[in-house]
């Protein structure tokens, strides 16, 4: 795999190695928005069919890039927090019992959790990460799996953390939990569309994703897969498009007590957004034709160098089997600035994220050997 920059609208002179936060635009997603855009100039074209086609060539591309046997098993929500409220609104009720997520997990699959244990009289049991450097990774993972107990509802996690990419053991964890009958949730934001990922080995419950990092779709549009435990739940809203028939828009009037199959029920009000969903199958196209194991190969070569020699003057990166290579948390060493670092990054048009103790770094494909340079330099830099 080659640098593939020529098909981003990206400056030579922007250092942007921060996907995490916000991927960009590929051109063809660009122009499918633009498009969708001028559609809106003449209603009168859209057609009963156009509400629910690109919604079902979603669905199809979002299967193949997780390996989910059947396309309506996905959902199109609006947001993580909403994927995750609508796992929370069919668990079942254990007074008495826990939810285990990880420290300083995103709010979104933290906030909904919080608010179930206090409706129904539960624990929240946040596992820390160590204050160890050595192997850190490992021994929170560890951590995780000795706290899910025949007492645990959830486990929630992300499928790396989201501040500075340690990976979590999903294969293992998923089996623990289902041994103890937990259901097991993942936030997908941060790998899903640059790490591989197969639902028939890790067999999570819900796995809930935004698109707008590496999915490399717009903002407002996201993707759930549901597993079977949670097929024949109730969603969050009661929308006229979910429900069974609702193709035939003359007979909407003609209620329906069904809803459409799977988990179709628990798509978002107005799903068929015109502008959004044909910029997220030109995306998804896109990812699949890349391949997640091509993205892990190209930013492992990318990076590794740099990695080495950083670690190699004092800052702290995790061990490479716990990080996935799409993203990596850089921590400073003891007496530099974080205040310098980000004067540093500023003159050096050098695109990062500072998240809590960790500088965040996330290549793609786009980034090439002068973006890591810059990297490599500036970190190098607060220590002469």
């Known amino acids: 795999m080659n640098c593939q920059k020529h098909l981003f609208h990206l400056s030579a002179n922007e250092h942007y190695l921060n996907c995490s936060y916000l991927s960009p635009l590929l051109k ?21 069919d156009d509400f629910f086609e690109d919604a079902n060539k979603i669905r199809q591309e979002f299967a193949k890039l997780i390996h989910a046997d059947n396309p309506q098993q996905i959902a199109l929500i609006p947001a993580v927090s909403y994927g995750m409220s609508t796992v929370a609104k069919n668990l079942p009720v254990k007074k008495g019992g826990n939810i285990v997520v990880a420290g300083e997990q995103f709010p979104s699959n933290v906030y909904p959790w919080m608010s179930f244990c206090n409706d129904h009289n539960c624990t929240l049991k946040i596992i820390e990460a160590p204050k160890e450097s050595a192997e850190r990774g490992k021994i929170w993972n560890q951590r995780i799996l000795e706290a899910i107990s025949d007492d645990t509802i959830l486990v929630a996690l992300g499928s790396v953390h989201w501040a500075d990419g340690t990976r979590f053991d999903l294969e293992n964890i998923g089996s623990i939990a289902r041994e103890k009958n937990a259901f097991f949730v993942i936030d997908g934001t941060q790998s899903i569309g640059a790490m591989p990922f197969d639902v028939n080995k890790v067999q999570p419950d819900a796995l809930i994703c935004a698109g707008y990092k590496w999915l490399m779709g717009p903002y407002g ?76 190969s190209y930013c492992k070569k990318l ?27 850089i921590r400073l060493s003891k007496g530099l600035s974080i205040d310098a670092l980000k004067e540093k990054l500023s003159e050096n048009h050098l695109h990062v994220s500072v998240r809590g103790s960790s500088v965040r770094v996330s290549p793609h494909l786009y980034n090439d050997e002068k973006d890591v340079k810059v990297l490599k330099s500036t970190f190098l830099s607060l220590r002469h």
């Open 28 to 48: 063809t997603v660009e122009e499918a928005g633009i498009k969708g855009l001028r559609g809106k100039r003449h209603p009168w074209n859209l057609k009963p």
């Open 303 to 329: 990076c590794s160098g740099a990695i080495i020699e950083l670690r190699e003057n004092g800052f702290q990166i995790e061990d490479e089997e716990w990080r996935g290579h799409h993203m990596f948390g």
């Open 221 to 296: 549009t996201s993707l759930g897969y549901f597993g079977p435990r949670l097929l024949d739940g109730k969603p969050l809203e009661e929308g006229w498009i979910v429900r069974k028939n609702s193709e035939n828009f003359g007979g909407l009037v003609e209620y329906e007590e069904e809803y459409q199959p799977g988990a179709l029920r628990f798509d978002m009000g107005e799903r068929s957004q015109f502008i959004n969903l044909p910029m997220i199958v030109e995306a998804l196209k896109q990812v699949n034709a890349w391949t997640p194991e091509a993205i892990q």
